[in-house]
C-alpha cells in the first residue's frame, strides 16, 4: 500500500514564504475546527550540491488528533500554506532532528530555539 493511500496523523510540508506560502497562515491554522500541533522551523542558510544558497523554505510537521487520508490532509495543509505537496512523517524525532540539521554535520546548523511549536506540539511526547 502506498502512502497517499494510508492513514497518517502525522505530515510533513515544505513552504516557501514570501512566495507560494499563506501570509496568515497562523490565522488560518487557528482557525481551523479543530486542533492541528505544528512544529517549524525556517531554512535560510542551506547550500545546494554547487554551494549556492537554496531559497528560503519553512519544514513543517502537523500532527492530527486522529488518522487522516492524504487527501484530506492534502486539502487541511492547502488551506494553511497553499502547497499540495506533503508526505506522511514515519518518525517524528528523525523529521525534528532534520529541522536542525543536528544528524547532518555537513550541513547548517540550525539552533533548535529557531522552532516554533503551535497548538500544543512538545517534541518530548514523541521521543
Known amino acids: 500500500m502506498s502512502w497517499q493511500t494510508s492513514k497518517q496523523k502525522e505530515w510533513c510540508v515544505i513552504s516557501y514564504p ?3 506560502e499563506h ?3 497562523k490565522e488560518r491554522l487557528s482557525k481551523l475546527p479543530f486542533i ?6 525556517i531554512h535560510d542558510k542551506d547550500l545546494d550540491k554547487n554551494g549556492n544558497l537554496k531559497k528560503l523554505h519553512r519544514h513543517s510537521i502537523l500532527c492530527f488528533e486522529k488518522d ?4 484530506t490532509a492534502k486539502t487541511i495543509i492547502k488551506q494553511i500554506f497553499n502547497i499540495e505537496l506533503i508526505q506522511p512523517v514515519y518518525s ?11 544528524n547532518q554535520p555537513n550541513k547548517f546548523q540550525y539552533n533548535s530555539s ?3 511549536h503551535l497548538n500544543g506540539f512538545n517534541i518530548t511526547e514523541y521521543r
Not at 68 to 71: L, W
Not at 93 to 100: E, H, S
Open 18 to 20: 514570501g512566495e507560494s
Open 23 to 25: 501570509l496568515d497562515w
Open 36 to 41: 492541528v500541533k505544528v512544529a517549524t522551523i
Open 68 to 71: 487522516v487520508d492524504y487527501t
Open 92 to 102: 517524528i524525532k528523525k523529521y525534528y532532528q532534520y529541522f536542525t540539521h543536528s
Open 114 to 116: 529557531k522552532i516554533e
